[in-house]
C-alpha cells in the first residue's frame, strides 16, 4: 500500500499545534516490567472491588440489560445523577439531578469546557503547577494560560487578583480559573475554606467561571473533611467536577459535572457531539454499586491502602534521599511532589532514572510557565511496598549521581 507522504498540509491549524501528551509517552517508557513507575496516576489494581463488581454485574444484566446495553440520553442515567446529587448536597453543594451531567471521564469535562468557553487567543488562569491533562485540553483549544503560583494553601488569590487586573487593563478578560483545590495533582496541597471564599469572592468580583477539579477529595488520610469551592457559589460560576476514576476504577471512564443550569444545557450540546452518550452499562453498575450502600465502605478501604504507602514513600525520601530536597507531605490523594536543590534538571535527570529502572514525572510537564524545572511528581498509590522501598532506594542513587555530576554543592 502506499501512504499519502505528508498529511501536515490537510491538518486543521488546531490539530497541527496538539502535543503529545508527556505522561502517556512516559507511561510507554514505563510498560517496561524491569521498571518501578512513580510516573502515572494510577490506582492500585488491588483496590478494585472486582467480587463485589461481579455480582453488581450479574444483578444488572438480569434486572436492567435491556436499558444498560442501549444507548442512554446525553446527560446520563437519572438515577445515577440522582444518587450523585445526594451526595453532593452532603458535602455542601446545593444541587439535583437536573444539575450533573455524567461524563466519559473528568477528561472529557476538561475539553467540554474548553469547548464551551475558548476561542483561539483566549486566556484561562491555571496554577502553577496543575494538572497536565487539564493544560492539554485546553491548549487543544489554541488558548493561552496563564500560570498563578500555589503555595502551601493552593493557589494564591493575591497572585490571582493581581493577575486578573493586569489582564483586565490590557483588556483580556480571562475565561475561567481552573483549580484542582483539594490534594491537587501535582502539588498535594490543600486549599482551606478561607482561600476557598476569597477565590469566590474574586470570581464574583471580577464576573468569572471557576472550574473547580476534584478527583481526589475523598481520599483523605489525616486532615477533616473540606467543603468544596462550589458550596460557596451562591452565582452559579462554579463548575465542580469529580470521578469514578480514583474511588471506584477509572476503566469504568464515568466522571460527572455539577453546574447552574444554564451552564450544563451548554455543555450537554457540546458533549453530544463528542460521544453521543456515556457509557450506559458502567452507569448502571456505578449507580447499583452506591445503592448497595458500598461507595463509602470501598473509599474507607481505599485509604487504609493508601495512607501507609503515603507515609512509607516519605518515610523512604527522608531515609534515602540527600540534603537538599524539599517535599510538602500530602494529607490525601496520590501524589507526592518533591523539589530537588539548585541546579538539578529533573527533565534531564530522567533518562538517568530509567538507567536506573525507576521513573517519576518531572516538574516542567504541570507548568505552563517553562518552570518547575527542579521539581518532579511521585505517585505512592499504584507501587507495591516492597517497589516503593526499592524504587526510592534508587531514585536516591540517580539524584545523588546528578548532584555530583552537576557539581551542586548543598
Ligand atoms: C486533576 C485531575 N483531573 C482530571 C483527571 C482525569 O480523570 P478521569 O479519569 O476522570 O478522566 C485526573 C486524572 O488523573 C486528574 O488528576
Known amino acids: 500500500m502506499v501512504f499519502i507522504s505528508d498529511l501536515s498540509r490537510l491538518y486543521s491549524d488546531r490539530a497541527g499545534k496538539m502535543r503529545k501528551s508527556v505522561i502517556r509517552e512516559l507511561l510507554k517508557v514505563t510498560q517496561d516490567p524491569e521498571i518501578i513507575s512513580f510516573a502515572g496516576g494510577l490506582p492500585n489494581p488491588k483496590s478494585f472491588p472486582i467480587q463485589e463488581l461481579e455480582k453488581v454485574f450479574d444483578y444488572v444484566m438480569e434486572n436492567h440489560g435491556e436499558t444498560a446495553l442501549q444507548y442512554g440520553t ?22 439535583d439531578e437536573e444539575n450533573i451531567i455524567i ?23 491555571v496554577g502553577l503547577p496543575t494538572y497536565l491533562g487539564g493544560i492539554n485540553a485546553f491548549r487543544s483549544y489554541e488558548s493561552n494560560l496563564e500560570g498563578i503560583p500555589l503555595d502551601q494553601n493552593g493557589m ?29 495533582n501535582p502539588a498535594g496541597v490543600i486549599m482551606p475554606e478561607k482561600r476557598r471564599k476569597q477565590l469566590i469572592d474574586i470570581a464574583n468580583q471580577y464576573d468569572l467561571i471557576i472550574v473547580e477539579d476534584d478527583p481526589y477529595g475523598k481520599l483523605r488520610y489525616d486532615t477533616s473533611a473540606i467543603k468544596p469551592i462550589k458550596a460557596f457559589d451562591d452565582e452559579g460560576r462554579v463548575i465542580y467536577m469529580s470521578t469514578f476514576s480514583k474511588i471506584l476504577s477509572p476503566g469504568f471512564r464515568l466522571a460527572w459535572t455539577i453546574a447552574s443550569p444554564e451552564l450544563t444545557r451548554k455543555m450537554i450540546i457540546c458533549k453530544q457531539a463528542l460521544d453521543l452518550c456515556t457509557n450506559t452499562f458502567t452507569q448502571f453498575l456505578a449507580w447499583e454499586f452506591m445503592r448497595r450502600g458500598s461507595l463509602d465502605l470501598h473509599i474507607m478501604k481505599i485509604c487504609e491502602l493508601y495512607k501507609p504507602k503515603r507515609d512509607m514513600m516519605i518515610d523512604a525520601m527522608k531515609k534515602y534521599f540527600p540534603e537538599g530536597y524539599t517535599c510538602y507531605k500530602p494529607k490525601g490523594g496520590m ?7 539548585e541546579g538539578i534538571d529533573t527533565e534531564t535527570m530522567f533518562l538517568d532514572s530509567i538507567k536506573e529502572k525507576v521513573a517519576y514525572v518531572h ?48
Open 335 to 341: 501524589f507526592a511532589w518533591v523539589t530537588l536543590p
Open 156 to 184: 494564591r488569590v493575591d497572585v490571582l487578583e493581581e493577575k486578573i487586573k493586569g489582564l483586565l487593563k490590557d483588556d483580556i478578560t480571562p475565561k475561567f480559573i481552573y483549580t484542582v483545590p483539594t490534594f491537587q
Open 74 to 95: 446525553t446527560q446520563g442515567l437519572k438515577e445515577l445523577r440522582q444518587s450523585i446529587a445526594e451526595r453532593a448536597c452532603k458535602d455542601g453543594i446545593d444541587c
Open 103 to 125: 461524563v466519559s471521564g473528568s477528561q472529557q469535562a476538561l475539553d467540554t469546557v474548553g469547548k464551551v468557553f475558548l476561542n483561539p487567543g483566549d486566556t484561562a488562569l
Open 363 to 410: 516538574g516542567k510537564a504541570f507548568h505552563v510557565d517553562g518552570g518547575g524545572d527542579r521539581s518532579m511528581r511521585l505517585n505512592f498509590s499504584y507501587s507495591t511496598d516492597e517497589q516503593i522501598q526499592e524504587g526510592m532506594k534508587r531514585l536516591a542513587t540517580v539524584i545523588k549521581n546528578k548532584l555530583q555530576k552537576e557539581k551542586v554543592v548543598l
